[in-house]
């Protein structure tokens, strides 16, 4: 940034700081904290997503038998670390 525009750059503590004071979070007021809480508790209380709705409500074709990764069984699980641990022990000389 100096070589570019010839003033250091500031810091990100500092940008933050100063976008917060011009903007109305700053003015600590009644309506403020109202609006506050009232996100916090919209927030909390918000459902929990459910991907079977969404892809009926954007028309998405279904997926059969869907998993996470983190679902996968524990045999697979090991049998991926074997086979990368064996390439590891390849490519070392």
Do not use: D, K
Not at 30 to 40: D, H, Q, Y
Request: glycine content about 4%.
């Amino acid at each position: 940034m100096a070589e570019v525009c010839g003033v250091a750059s500031e810091s990100f503590e500092s940008t933050a700081r100063r976008y917060v004071a011009i903007s109305g979070f700053a003015n600590r007021t009644i309506r403020s904290n109202l609006t506050a809480v009232s996100n916090l508790v919209a927030g909390l209380l918000t459902s929990i997503p459910v991907p079977s709705s969404i892809a009926h409500r954007l028309q998405l074709p279904a997926l059969n038998h869907p998993v996470l990764a983190a679902e996968r069984s524990p045999g697979v699980l090991r049998m991926r670390w074997n086979a990368l641990a064996s390439r590891r022990c390849i490519a070392r000389p």
